[in-house]
């Protein structure tokens, strides 16, 4: 099994609400990332969990939670987010966080009204 | 100066030919270096990473990298209208997990 499933594969949702993206791999790697990517830009790293640990968090606004329950799952809670955060959330993983060899999922495309 | 610099394109070959995608990258302590493609409306999928000087190759792709001129590329030989995608470079900050990605450059082979 090489795939990183992502669900949704769509989302919309207002301002107010509360949503979570799930990701989840079982090719035993030990690395998850988030990225967010806008149209005709390349991807931006997001956070980098390390062995269920959060490892990297790139100054992401607290509207954005990560939360890693196991080594195959990897979820993204969101609450309270703006219309400038609509964008394709891409799911990732890899051996681990020394080997840059990053497996994506197909993402999530996120529309906040 | 961005860290990773790429041409935006687009990059148009005719089927047959051979496209030379180009990269630059401004930290001379990466040591690690990817091509990504990623088709319209899809997720990057990584097709070759290069990590000492000189060429790679694998099937039709061969990456390049010269770490003196900072400089790495991809060449696809026997372009293919299949091979229509945006391709990113992407470049290590040696901090572990921190990749840099370049703006990608649009290729479009002609039948």
């Known amino acids: 099994d090489t795939e990183v499933t992502q669900t949704p594969k769509h989302l919309v949702m207002g301002m107010t609400n509360k949503k979570s993206l799930k990701c989840e791999q079982h090719m035993g790697h030990r690395a998850m990332y988030w990225y967010k990517q806008k149209a005709k830009k390349p991807p931006e790293l997001m956070f980098v969990y390390s062995y269920e640990k959060l490892s990297i968090n790139e100054s992401v606004p607290s509207r954005f939670s990560p939360e890693c329950p196991n080594s195959s799952l990897l979820n993204l809670h969101l609450h309270a987010l703006q219309p400038e955060d609509s964008a394709l959330y891409l799911c990732?993983?890899?051996?681990?966080?020394?080997?840059?060899?990053?497996?994506f999922g197909s993402g999530t495309q996120l529309s906040v009204l | 100066q961005k860290e990773v610099e790429q041409n935006s394109g687009p990059l148009s070959v005719p089927e047959g030919a051979i496209a030379s995608l180009n990269c630059t990258y401004s930290?001379?302590?990466?040591?690690?270096f990817f091509w990504y493609r990623q088709y319209s409306g899809k997720s990057p999928e990584l097709i070759m990473f290069?990590?000492?000087?000189g060429d790679k190759e694998d099937g039709r792709f061969t990456a390049q990298l010269n770490k003196a001129s900072q400089y790495v590329s991809l060449l696809i030989r026997d372009s293919q209208p299949s091979d229509s995608a945006t391709y990113l470079c992407a470049v290590d900050r040696n901090q572990g997990g921190k990749l840099i990605f370049g703006q990608g450059t649009e290729l479009s082979v002609k039948p």
């Open positions: 990732a993983s890899s051996q681990g966080q020394r080997d840059e060899k990053l497996f």
């Open positions: 930290d001379r302590g990466s040591q690690s």
């Open positions: 290069i990590y000492s000087n």
